[in-house]
């Protein structure tokens, strides 16, 4: 399903048979480099009282990947967010994001949490307080989407699939990785270097405060082979005011597609608050 908001363009996987009855809404978004596509395995999965809703974000997917940065940062991605939301009739939602999508939807419900009723962070963070890892960050990223302006899409992807955060994608077949690899190639250059350059987590330090006055139930999903981010979790857990943290088993960074039956269990156990 195609829509246009503000003169862009955003793809978006959802049974529009489904809008309107009643049924609770469950958005899912993709990390980066990744689209829409990524959340196929889940959608039959879940209990019939929810409408499960996939998008892709600016930059990614079948989405519009603009030239203009300023429609790749935290306040404009949160913006479209909500209009998307908004065009589907969604009152309160339940988000799911994975790493760069769990920022993206932290982000969203901090700034409305009167239109959040449950959140799913896979492998996510809040970003950085530090000054100078900030900007170390910030260089990176910026270094990272030159990389891509300068060798393309299809070298950039093959890099960043062997990067240390995505060592453990290698346990899975053969067949389903070069699938996840295909799928990553269908994005846009232009779309994921601005990407890292407006949305970069050295851009963000996202507030709770307010997020954090709704009590609103949290879960936190890990994988155990990805120490850096179990361990950032660990603690991240604790800044909020009902939040649990699951760990999932023989699993790193991208937890949903090393071990998604493990995955999908604690998606579920955690949907049962709204039964």
């Keep these: ?30 990390g980066f480099t990744g ?32 030239l203009e940065l300023d429609h790749y940062t935290p306040q404009a991605i949160v913006s479209q967010l909500n209009l998307i939301f908004e065009y589907l009739g969604f ?14 939807a932290l982000y969203y419900a901090a700034k409305y949490p009167q239109k959040i009723s449950g959140l799913i962070l896979e492998s996510a963070s809040k970003g950085l307080n530090n000054e100078t890892e900030k900007l170390e960050r910030l ?33 899975i077949p053969d067949e389903k990785f070069n699938a996840l690899v295909k ?19 050295g851009n963000m330090n996202i507030d709770l405060k307010n997020f954090n006055e709704y009590v609103i139930p ?4 890990t994988g155990v082979l990805d120490e850096k981010f179990t361990n950032i979790n660990k603690l991240f857990v604790n800044e909020f005011s009902n939040a649990e943290h699951a760990i999932v088993f023989n699993a790193g960074h991208n ?16 949907l049962k608050i709204f039964l």
């Design 35 to 66: 689209s829409s596509n990524d959340w196929n395995f889940i959608y039959d999965k879940l209990p019939d009282t929810f409408l499960p809703v996939a998008v892709d974000l600016i930059g990614h997917g079948k989405s519009s990947s603009p």
């Design 218 to 221: 949290v879960l936190f999903i």
């Design 255 to 270: 937890t949903h597609i090393e071990n998604e039956k493990e995955y999908i269990f604690y998606v579920n156990k955690y």
């Design 183 to 201: 799928s990553k190639l269908n994005n846009s250059a232009v779309g994921l270097s601005n990407s890292l350059r407006g949305f970069s987590t």
């Design 1 to 30: 399903m195609i829509i246009k908001l503000d003169q862009l363009q955003f793809n978006m996987v959802v049974d529009d048979t489904k809008l309107n009855k009643g049924l609770k809404p469950i958005v899912f978004i993709h």
């Design 139 to 171: 260089k990176n990223d910026f270094i990272l989407a030159d990389k891509i302006k300068a060798e393309g899409l299809e070298s950039f992807i093959k890099y960043w699939m062997s990067i240390p955060l995505f060592e453990t994608l290698k346990n």
């Design 91 to 104: 009152d309160k939602i339940i988000l799911c994001g994975y790493s760069m999508g769990g920022r993206a």
